[in-house]
């Protein structure tokens, strides 16, 4: 699921469409790459760029900072998450552990295969508007499905929840990602503030709960800005929990002088500090394990170069609603994908101008804005700030959780709007503040 942060390469390449091919100077056809691996780069560019970087001041918030549509990946955050969650048949894998530290491992395999989808190209993801919205859906191998439902819950700072659920196999995943966007001069840095939790509801503890784990998420780093070899690192730390292990994760950045790109370390221990696996290699290429109980010689955890993620399947545009992400930025992306950056910055202020109007009636009325899809936990013991509206109980047999799931939001194609779903998230906020009161 990872946030990718700024900058194009100098190296003036013509407008095509990533949809078609284009002919090579003898006529033949060749195929042509996605835009979201070129790295977008031109004087104009390069100028709007420097321009911007002129009136930065190293540790500044960018989260309010207008940035050129060369940039960007041809995809909102709230699909950027769903990268985590395409390597399912692993999280099937360890819900059926019956071991306990085997199935911590398989949760810490599952969380790290992901970090490793991304553009080739330094691109950052379109950032969702208030009140924007994304689901999908995964048929899985086993037959079964996974539903997705994601929501930006805040714009400042931003703040997107998601939920994610493969209610046959009791697997339910909860988090909010917030990126906190810096400049320090010759890179950029999004502080990743966000928390996934993952449950497996039939999984219970000695007092009847959910077997849960915390999952945080590292920062990224764009490195080569103002001179040098632009690339994306991940940095710092990625702690994993459950009730009885834990891990922390160093993403290694490379120094100056010494050191590699990409590199991971860590040690799964438990909570007085026994140490029984070793976590290494790169996050994008091969994570190795050891047994260090055994002291057995490292083996392949994960490979991400021969990995196949399982993409989620998205309804056609034409069922979707109005702020669903990938019809709302439609000319956006169409645009993007056309590397006409000049449309694509029309079609993106008209958006952004849309929403600057609804924060000024907002404020004119006295009303602050309350997610569609997502509530704000009620409970300050909480992990997240947010949850998805709906309680679906995790004891009810998987038929009525399916059924109460596509009734938060259409998911499956040919799925139709109601007139529940067109209640207002203030509407929504008010009728769950009166229950409480009863």
Same mark, same amino acid.
């Given at each position: 699921?990872?946030?990718?942060?700024?900058?194009?390469?100098?190296?003036?390449?013509?407008?095509?469409?990533?949809?078609?091919?284009?002919?090579?100077?003898?006529?033949?056809?060749?195929?042509? !790459?996605?835009?979201?691996?070129?790295?977008?780069?031109?004087?104009?560019?390069?100028?709007?760029?420097?321009?911007?970087?002129?009136?930065?001041?190293?540790?500044?918030?960018?989260?309010?900072?207008?940035?050129?549509?060369?940039?960007?990946?041809?995809?909102?955050?709230?699909?950027?998450?769903?990268?985590?969650?395409? *390597?399912?048949?692993?999280?099937?894998?360890?819900?059926?552990? &019956?071991?306990?530290?085997?199935?911590?491992?398989?949760?810490?395999?599952?969380?790290?295969?992901?970090?490793?989808?991304?553009?080739?190209?330094?691109?950052?993801?379109?950032?969702?508007?208030?009140?924007?919205?994304?689901?999908?859906?995964?048929?899985?191998?086993?037959?079964?499905?996974?539903?997705?439902?994601?929501?930006?819950?805040?714009?400042?700072?931003?703040?997107?929840? *998601?939920?994610?659920?493969?209610?046959?196999?009791?697997?339910?995943?909860?988090?909010?990602?917030?990126?906190?966007?810096?400049?320090?001069?010759?890179?950029?840095?999004?502080?990743? &503030?966000?928390?996934?939790?993952?449950?497996?509801?039939?999984?219970?503890?000695?007092?009847?709960?959910?077997?849960? *784990?915390?999952?945080?998420?590292?920062?990224? *780093?764009?490195?080569?800005?103002?001179?040098?070899?632009?690339?994306?690192?991940?940095?710092?730390?990625?702690?994993?929990?459950?009730?009885?292990?834990?891990?922390? !994760?160093?993403?290694?950045?490379?120094?100056?002088?010494?050191?590699?790109?990409?590199?991971?370390?860590?040690?799964?221990?438990?909570?007085?500090?026994?140490?029984?696996?070793?976590?290494?290699?790169?996050?994008?290429?091969?994570?190795?394990?050891?047994?260090?109980?055994? &002291?057995?010689?490292?083996?392949?955890?994960?490979?991400?170069?021969?990995?196949?993620?399982?993409?989620?399947?998205?309804?056609?545009?034409?069922?979707?609603?109005?702020?669903?992400?990938?019809?709302?930025?439609?000319?956006?992306?169409?645009?993007?994908?056309?590397?006409?950056?000049? !449309?694509?910055?029309?079609?993106?202020? &008209?958006?952004?101008?849309?929403?600057?109007?609804?924060?000024?009636?907002?404020?004119?009325?006295? !009303?602050?804005?309350?997610?569609?899809?997502?509530?704000?936990?009620?409970?300050?013991?909480?992990?997240?700030?947010?949850?998805?509206?709906?309680?679906?109980?995790?004891?009810?047999?998987?038929?009525?959780?399916?059924?109460?799931?596509?009734?938060?939001?259409?998911?499956?194609?040919?799925?139709?709007?109601?007139?529940?779903?067109?209640?207002?998230?203030?509407?929504?906020?008010?009728?769950?503040?009166?229950?409480?009161?009863?």
């Amino acid at each position: 699921m990872g946030l990718n942060v700024l900058k194009p390469k100098i190296n003036g390449l013509s407008s095509s469409n990533s949809s078609m091919t284009d002919q090579t100077a003898n006529g033949n056809e060749k195929a042509v !790459v996605d835009t979201d691996d070129i790295d977008e780069n031109d004087e104009s560019g390069q100028n709007i760029l420097m321009g911007i970087i002129s009136q930065l001041k190293p540790g500044c918030d960018l989260s309010r900072i207008t940035l050129p549509t060369f940039i960007l990946e041809k995809k909102s955050m709230l699909e950027r998450i769903t990268n985590q969650l395409q *390597y399912p048949d692993i999280l099937l894998e360890a819900h059926s552990t &019956k071991n306990d530290l085997e199935r911590f491992l398989l949760v810490v395999k599952w969380y790290l295969s992901g970090w490793h989808i991304a553009p080739k190209a330094v691109k950052k993801p379109l950032n969702p508007v208030l009140g924007e919205y994304f689901t999908a859906y995964w048929d899985l191998p086993n037959k079964q499905q996974a539903f997705y439902i994601a929501e930006q819950t805040s714009h400042h700072p931003p703040k997107s929840s *998601y939920f994610y659920m493969i209610p046959e196999s009791n697997i339910r995943v909860d988090g909010i990602t917030i990126p906190i966007s810096k400049f320090w001069g010759n890179s950029t840095a999004a502080m990743m &503030k966000g928390l996934t939790v993952l449950q497996f509801l039939d999984i219970k503890d000695k007092d009847g709960k959910p077997e849960k *784990y915390t999952l945080t998420q590292p920062d990224m *780093y764009a490195r080569g800005i103002l001179f040098g070899k632009m690339r994306i690192e991940l940095g710092d730390h990625m702690i994993i929990k459950s009730p009885k292990f834990q891990i922390d !994760v160093d993403f290694k950045t490379k120094g100056f002088i010494s050191g590699s790109y990409d590199m991971i370390e860590g040690v799964v221990k438990d909570y007085s500090g026994n140490e029984y696996y070793q976590i290494s290699g790169k996050w994008n290429e091969v994570i190795y394990v050891k047994n260090l109980k055994e &002291k057995t010689s490292k083996s392949v955890l994960f490979d991400a170069t021969k990995s196949k993620p399982l993409k989620p399947s998205v309804r056609p545009l034409k069922e979707q609603g109005k702020y669903e992400s990938r019809r709302l930025w439609k000319k956006v992306t169409d645009a993007l994908a056309l590397r006409d950056h000049t !449309v694509a910055t029309d079609e993106k202020f &008209k958006i952004e101008d849309e929403q600057r109007t609804f924060a000024k009636e907002r404020a004119e009325q006295g !009303v602050e804005f309350h997610p569609k899809l997502f509530r704000k936990a009620s409970n300050p013991d909480d992990d997240l700030e947010f949850y998805i509206y709906k309680h679906i109980p995790e004891d009810e047999d998987h038929e009525s959780q399916i059924k109460s799931i596509l009734e938060i939001a259409p998911i499956l194609p040919g799925q139709k709007f109601t007139d529940r779903f067109d209640v207002s998230g203030l509407e929504k906020h008010k009728i769950q503040v009166d229950a409480a009161k009863e």
